[in-house]
């Protein structure tokens, strides 16, 4: 059974561009959760989707951060513009059913915002 | 507020000696505990989990962790440790059911494990 994959690993860009972030889940996972983590700490979420259905964003920063999971399925984390201090690796996790389920992580994005 | 907190940034250990990776908690209602390990460049792996029932859960490669309600721990062990044991490990909470944090795992800042031949 494949992982939850993301792409891409690596990404470079300068300060106020725009760069987005793929995942697509472990197949039958109607859960979606993107994390960030900075170095030397641990996860924090993002976002968290229930289908296509976004029922926590609270920690997202809505003023350059968006996310979509059109279908169910896939997702993209957008960020517009970026800023330095966004440098971190971007987690996609994603899990089935209920709360107790652990959630199986992607190996992540790293972003250099230079 | 919730959080979870691994208060060794690193833990040294001889090879076939044990380990314990501490991890205390403070959140409301009766948590779910997790136990997650992460080698370099790689995403985190599910080690282990506490949702009910026998304070000693059993885990992957060996490890185990005992729950404990009155200290509100959810420490890792393992009885022999190996080299390739060596990893960055967190500890994280998930409150139950029913609380405004209903499925957001809540992240310690994790513990560098270091085994040495």
């Known amino acids: 059974e494949a992982g939850v994959v993301q792409s891409p690993r690596y990404k470079i860009i300068e300060k106020k561009q725009p760069v987005a972030f793929w995942c697509n889940p472990i197949?039958?996972?109607?859960?979606l959760y993107w994390y960030l983590q900075n170095l030397g700490q641990g996860p924090e979420l993002l976002i968290r989707y229930e289908n296509e259905e976004a029922v926590d964003d609270s920690q997202l920063p809505k003023d350059r951060f968006s996310a979509e999971r059109l279908k169910g399925v896939d997702s993209t984390l957008k960020i517009q513009p970026a800023e330095l201090g966004d440098s971190a690796v971007y987690l996609c996790?994603?899990?089935?059913?209920?709360?107790?389920?652990?959630?199986?992580f992607g190996p992540g994005t790293r972003l250099t915002v230079l | 507020a919730q959080s979870v907190a691994q208060p060794e940034d690193q833990v040294n250990v001889a090879e076939g000696n044990p380990l314990t990776v501490k991890c205390t908690y403070s959140v409301s209602g009766n948590p779910y505990l997790f136990w997650y390990v992460q080698y370099p460049n790689r995403g985190l792996q599910f080690l282990l989990k506490y949702i009910t029932g026998d304070n000693l859960v059993k885990g992957s490669y060996g490890f185990e962790a005992e729950f404990n309600k009155s200290q509100t721990s959810f420490h890792l062990k393992k009885p022999s440790a190996l080299v390739s044991d060596s990893a960055l490990y967190f500890c994280?909470?998930?409150?139950?059911?029913?609380?405004?944090?209903?499925?957001?795992?809540?992240f310690g800042q994790g513990t560098t494990l270091q085994v040495k031949p």
């Open positions: 994280a909470v998930r409150p139950q059911e029913g609380s405004s944090n209903t499925g957001k795992l809540i």
């Open positions: 996790a994603s899990s089935a059913g209920s709360s107790y389920n652990e959630q199986f």
């Open positions: 197949s039958g996972h109607n859960t």
